[in-house]
């Protein structure tokens, strides 16, 4: 799991079957200190989040469970916001 | 996958039995246009590649498990296609090689 | 996921029994800012991709989470074709 910025947001309306419906954010990683730690990469989105959130997120096939439909080809996921960092 | 070149074998006498029976090639990375990208590695091959082909190469261990029908091998990198061809039709490419 | 956008084909008939019958696409990386990266990679198609293409693909064992790709030795696959995307409230990509 790593901490992300959500940076922008994609538009792609032809996607696997059973991605419809589902968001897809560009997410900067970053760390306790809010610096970048690698470059942005996309992300579905499981929790709602917006332009400027920091979020957390899981990679890998462990991203696609926190979507409804889990058998899909996703490896990057949001799957929480984060109200505060104490580090 | 990656597409690579094969520069050469390596032979062992002395391996992991996951690694039994099946030979091991040093890849060269090429860029889609023929052009050395990145440093050598090591590769199982399953398709009987030679020195001098162009190859399609999985770098993932769980794929390489899937190949060799063995779920505990210490594997990684597996030779899995030999390429007949490369066609790269993008104009926008078509226009950057034409440059060089 | 990473952007690339699809720049030819890849045909191959000497490949294990595991991976015939897939559609291989070269696909050029590209960064956020829509520029080239310099790496390339070569993914299944599971939606359709054409040449010149944007798209996004998907890697490791979640390239495996596909009807033609379950349980199969893949590590890449395009999931979605892009319409456009945005960094910041600007728009850095869009179809034409």
């Known amino acids: 799991m790593y901490l992300g910025k959500v940076i922008g947001r994609v538009v792609a309306t032809q996607k696997y079957e059973g991605l419809e419906g589902v968001r897809l954010m560009v997410v900067q990683p970053i760390d306790h200190d809010q610096k970048p730690t690698q470059a942005p990469l996309v992300a579905a989105d499981a929790a709602q989040s917006g332009l400027g959130d920091i979020v957390y997120c899981e990679s890998g096939r462990e991203a696609s469970m926190a979507l409804d439909e889990k058998f899909v080809p996703v490896d990057q996921c949001i799957v929480g916001h984060v109200d505060e960092i104490d580090a | 996958m990656i597409i690579a070149r094969v520069i050469g074998n390596i032979v062992a006498t002395v391996k992991h039995a996951a690694y039994h029976a099946h030979k091991i090639l040093i890849v060269q990375p090429e860029d889609p246009f023929g052009k050395p990208d990145g440093d050598s590695f090591l590769a199982i091959d399953l398709v009987q590649a030679g020195v001098g082909d162009q190859v399609l190469v999985l770098e993932e261990g769980s794929s390489a498990r899937l190949l060799l029908e063995n779920d505990t091998a210490p594997a990684r990198c597996i030779v899995v296609g030999v390429i007949d061809h490369v066609d790269i039709e993008d104009p926008q490419e078509m226009e950057k090689t034409s440059k060089h | ?96």
Do not use: C
């Not at chain 3, 990473?2 to 084909?9: A, C, D, T, Y």
């Not at chain 3, 790709?69 to 890449?76: G, L, M, Q, S």
């Not at chain 3, 979605?80 to 995307?85: F, H, L, P, T």
């Open chain 3, 1 to 96: 996921m990473q952007f690339g956008r699809v720049i030819g084909s890849v045909v191959s008939t000497q490949k294990d029994p595991k991976i015939m019958n897939f559609k291989l696409l070269v696909v050029r990386t590209l960064n956020p800012a829509n520029e080239d990266t310099g790496s390339y990679v070569v993914a299944v198609d599971a939606v359709g991709a054409g040449v010149g293409e944007v798209v996004l693909y998907a890697t490791g064992s979640s390239a495996r989470q596909t009807v033609q790709t379950d349980a199969k030795p893949i590590d890449a696959v395009i999931m979605a074709i892009i319409d456009s995307w945005d960094i910041q409230g600007e728009v850095v990509f869009r179809k034409e």
